[in-house]
Structures are given as structure tokens and as C-alpha cells.
């Protein structure tokens, strides 16, 4: 079953190169929403003292003004990239007045559509195309649902492996070519296994009723206040996550077969217009209610677990920096804020993710044909609604196969790579890691999602009193560390950067927003 994955180690060993793989790149990237005292989405803006959530390189936000965002830059090690994570959320505590920050990826006690603040850049040209854009999807899809909120880990493998890895593999493409080629096999085997992230880290198997706002559910009723679904795992990951749920009305579906195939099918979204996003209008009153009125508006719209990316230079498209530059690492978007860490995440999960990287990678990474692509939608849904019952099944090649003996093999396979990645100095922390989410698949009570539920029984609370409960906790603990004074004056310089920033943007625009626009999106012309 996993002949090619187990070949490729071997011939890696066998040449003394599994050092190689050692030290890959990681980033972190987590969204939480700023609450007030009551649990409502916060109405005050972007806290000034945070700095400008346009050019501030580590503290933004998403889509809402309270949806701050935590971006820590690539580290060559896990437990640094935790650390800067847990500096940055710190000094950002100490930055907010009588406000928590949601421990939970789904919100509560969302009063309406009206309710949640649209995120504001500026008068500059970049920072109105970022409210315009998420005007745009609040349009599209709803306010609601673009404060749910994740985690991304963003991963680059080691520079010096791909010439060992390409003269092993005996492919005479230049190298950049292959680094793409191959990133793309890892892509297509994170959809394929994709299904294996909520089940192991969802945490998100109740909602507020809030959050539906009435409309009609088939989810079960916990109380008075609660949704939920006895064996999911990670309703965001769900059909009431924020999904492209329109995706086969608009016939949009990225291609995945290669860098060229991917980059030609977002362009084509891009240009074509949809004619239900017309009736929104795009200018109207001086007002740009949308980029465009187009199936996307840009790449970024297009909903998907794990997308492919190039370090971006100046005001450059995704695609195009994509096109000229290629892959520079991958970013999986697949997994819920766990509630139970005040981080959102945690040492053993991310070297998981990095050992799960790597295995697709070396796994047999053929194209993705039409049916499977159906087989994926299918099993994440099934996983994210029912993945913890005992009889879950997931479709593969057209044939019912049970998902702990699944998730079980892929597993037990994941330990050749893992032993690459274990050293002395982590302890065989990665085969650890591994081990603890095969335990996880043989008793799913021990699971996240299964944990939050065990939560709200014993208390006899709603999700919302039980992520009330975590968020304050979490703020106790964040409050009670202590940043040095350098640490201190490091994120005051960058932040008082950031605004200047800002600033020296709005003032240099020498063009007017519709002309910027045109200007960006000329870039997708020809690809």
C-alpha cells in the first residue's frame, strides 16, 4: 500500500542523505477573536498600541476588525516557532483592556450579520482592496462565517534535500521545476489523506445557536443554547464551515495536477464573471462593494485545506509570484484553534504535521482524477460530521474502507519518516508524537473534539459557557507571564513602524483605486 513511500526512504537512508530532511522551515499563522466580558464579538477597532494591521509583520487581522491574526515568521525549529507565538499573543494581552481572546475556532454570541465589524486597512490603495475584498465575501457568503476562526502551519522543506532528493529520484527536470512537481504529489496526498487532521486535532463539535441565526439544521440540540453533533470532530470543517459551498454552481474547482494546471485554474475564476455576484454591484455610490464580479475575486477566496506558496514581492498577485518564482512552501489550513492549549496549538501536533508532510511527499502522489476528487469532499464531510463513530467509513477507490483501519496503517507507515526526524536532543519526540495519534484513533474518547464534549456533560454547561471558561483561563496565563523589557521594546518599535508605515502609503498613492485595481489584476493576463 505504501511501496513507493517506503522505497523512497529507503533509497534516502541507503545514501546517506536522511539528514537532509532535518530542520524544515515552519510558521505559524493563528486566528482569534477578540471578545468582549460578555462573549460578544469586540465592536472597538484594532487596538492602535498593536500597531497597523496593514504592514505589522506579525500582529493583523482577518476578516473582522476583531479577528486578530498572530503571524510568526519561519523557524527552522518547532519549539521557536511556539515560543515567538506565545511572546506575540503575551504582548498582545497586555495591549487589550477588559477584552478575552475566543479559545475556540467557532464563535458565540454573534448578534447578526451587523454584528461583526468588517476589518479596516486605511485610505492607502492596498488597505481599501483589503476591505473591499472582505466586503466582498461577506456578500458572497455571510458575515458569519468568515470569523470562524483556525490555525495554518506553513511548512518549506529543507533547501539542501531537493538536489539530493531530484539525483535520486533520476529526474533531469531543471530544479525548480521538480521542487514544484514534487510539492504538488505532497499536495494531492494532503487532500487525499486530508481527512486525518480533524479527526486527530478538531475541536469543534458544538456551536452556539447563534451562530445559525434560526435557519433550519440538522444538527442535534444539547440545550437551550447549543448545537452539536455527537461524533463530530470539526463542525468548521463542516458543511456550515466556511466552504466554497457554491463551488458547483460556478463550476470553479482549482487543479491540482501541476504548478501550471493550479495557476491556470484560479486566473480563469479570477476573469470570468458570475452572474449572482453582479447583483451586488461592484462600484456603488463611491463605495466598492466587491474587487470584482467575478467567481473570485482573488486567489485567496478559493476555500481550501492546503494551498501552495511563493514569498510575495511588493503589490504581487499569488499566481504570478507562483508563475515566476514557483513553490516555496505549503500551507495547511486544516486545523481548529485547540481550545485545551492557550497557544491554539502544540509542540506534538506540529511534529506531527512535519513527519505528515514529509510522508506525502515520498507517497505515491498521482493525479487526482475526477472521481477521487468527489471521494475527498466526501470523506472530509463525513469525518468533520460523524469521524469518532465507531463504524465510520471513508470512501477510497470507489470502496467503503473503515477509517480507524485507515488511519491505523498510515500511521504505523508514518514511523519510517519519523525516525528520520527524531534525534537525541528531541528525545524521539517525532515517533512519540506519532504514536500518541495512533492511540487517539484506537480510543476517539480521547480526542479534542470528544474532550470538548466530555466538558460540557460534566459541567452541564452550553459551548459557550465552556469556552468562556477556557478563554479566561487562557487569559490568566497569558497574563501572567512576564515579557523582558526587550521583548517589550522590540514589538513597541515594530508596531510604531508598522503605522508609519501605513502612513507613507497613504501618502505616495499616485493613482486612484479603480486604476490600482486594474493595474493588479493585469497581472493574471497570460498565465
Known amino acids: 500500500m505504501y511501496k513507493i513511500y517506503e522505497d523512497r526512504l529507503s533509497r534516502l537512508i541507503n545514501a546517506g542523505q536522511s539528514e537532509c530532511l532535518r530542520n524544515g522551515l515552519i510558521g505559524l499563522e493563528k486566528e482569534t477573536l477578540r471578545v468582549g466580558a460578555d462573549g460578544k464579538i469586540a465592536q472597538t477597532p484594532h487596538p492602535v498600541k498593536l500597531g497597523s494591521p496593514l504592514t505589522h509583520p506579525y500582529i493583523t487581522t482577518d476578516y473582522s476588525e476583531a479577528l486578530t491574526e498572530l503571524i510568526t515568521p519561519p523557524f527552522s525549529d ?82 539542501k534535500f531537493w538536489p539530493v532528493y531530484q539525483e535520486l529520484e533520476k529526474n533531469s527536470l531543471p530544479l525548480q521545476a521538480f521542487i514544484n512537481q514534487s510539492y504538488f504529489q505532497l499536495i494531492r496526498n494532503l487532500l487525499r489523506f486530508g481527512w486525518l487532521i480533524p479527526y486527530l486535532f478538531g475541536a469543534s463539535p458544538a456551536i452556539c445557536k447563534s451562530f445559525l441565526a434560526g435557519k433550519e439544521t440538522n444538527l442535534d440540540e444539547f440545550n437551550d443554547t447549543t448545537f452539536y453533533e455527537p461524533f463530530a470532530t470539526s463542525l468548521r ?14 463550476g470553479m474547482k482549482a487543479n491540482y495536477d501541476s504548478v501550471e494546471s493550479y495557476i491556470n485554474s484560479l486566473a480563469y475564476a479570477i476573469n470570468t464573471p458570475y452572474p449572482e455576484y453582479k447583483e451586488f454591484g461592484v462600484e456603488v455610490g463611491g463605495v466598492y462593494q466587491q474587487l470584482n464580479a467575478n467567481i473570485l475575486q482573488i486567489e485567496n477566496e478559493y476555500y481550501s485545506t492546503v494551498r501552495p506558496k511563493q514569498i510575495l ?21 486544516s486545523l481548529d484553534v485547540n481550545a485545551f492549549d492557550p497557544l491554539g496549538v502544540n509542540l506534538e501536533q506540529i511534529r506531527f504535521l512535519e513527519a505528515f508532510m514529509l510522508f506525502c511527499l515520498f507517497h505515491d502522489g498521482s493525479v487526482l482524477e475526477s472521481g477521487e476528487r468527489e471521494e475527498i469532499d466526501r470523506n472530509e464531510l463525513v469525518v468533520a460530521h460523524e469521524g469518532r463513530r465507531d463504524d465510520c467509513t471513508l470512501l477510497k477507490n470507489g470502496k467503503e474502507a473503515k477509517l480507524q483501519d485507515e488511519a491505523g496503517s498510515l500511521l504505523q507507515a508514518m514511523h519510517g519518516v519519523c525516525s528520520i526526524l527524531d534525534t537525541e536532543e528531541n528525545g524521539n519526540a517525532y515517533s512519540h508524537s506519532c504514536t500518541r495519534q495512533l492511540e487517539l484513533v484506537l480510543n476517539p474518547e480521547a480526542t479534542p473534539s470528544a474532550r470538548m464534549l466530555a466538558a460540557m456533560r460534566e459541567s452541564g454547561d452550553g459551548f459557550f459557557n465552556v469556552g468562556m471558561a477556557m478563554s479566561k483561563q487562557h487569559q490568566s496565563y497569558f497574563k501572567n507571564i512576564q515579557l523582558d523589557s526587550s521583548a517589550i521594546k522590540n514589538y513597541d518599535e515594530i508596531g510604531q513602524h508598522s503605522l508609519l508605515r501605513q502612513k507613507e502609503l497613504e501618502d505616495t498613492d499616485s493613482i486612484d483605486f479603480s486604476s490600482y485595481l486594474q493595474e493588479y489584476f493585469r497581472q493574471s493576463e497570460g498565465l
Open 78 to 159: 518547532p519549539v521557536s516557532a511556539l515560543d515567538f507565538l506565545k511572546q506575540t499573543q503575551t504582548y498582545v494581552y497586555q495591549n487589550i483592556e477588559d477584552e478575552l481572546l475566543w479559545a475556540t475556532s467557532m464563535p458565540c454570541v454573534v448578534a447578526g450579520e451587523t454584528s461583526i465589524p468588517i476589518a479596516q486597512y486605511g485610505s492607502s490603495n492596498a488597505g481599501l482592496m483589503k476591505t473591499a475584498y472582505r466586503r466582498g465575501l461577506g456578500h458572497r457568503y455571510g458575515r458569519v462565517m468568515q470569523v470562524i476562526a483556525g490555525v495554518h502551519f506553513n511548512y518549506s522543506i529543507p533547501e
Open 237 to 250: 470543517m463542516g458543511d456550515i464551515g466556511y466552504q466554497n459551498n457554491k463551488e458547483k454552481l460556478t
Open 313 to 333: 514581492q511588493g503589490n504581487e498577485m499569488p499566481i504570478r509570484a507562483l508563475s515566476e518564482r514557483g513553490i516555496k512552501y505549503i500551507e495547511l489550513r
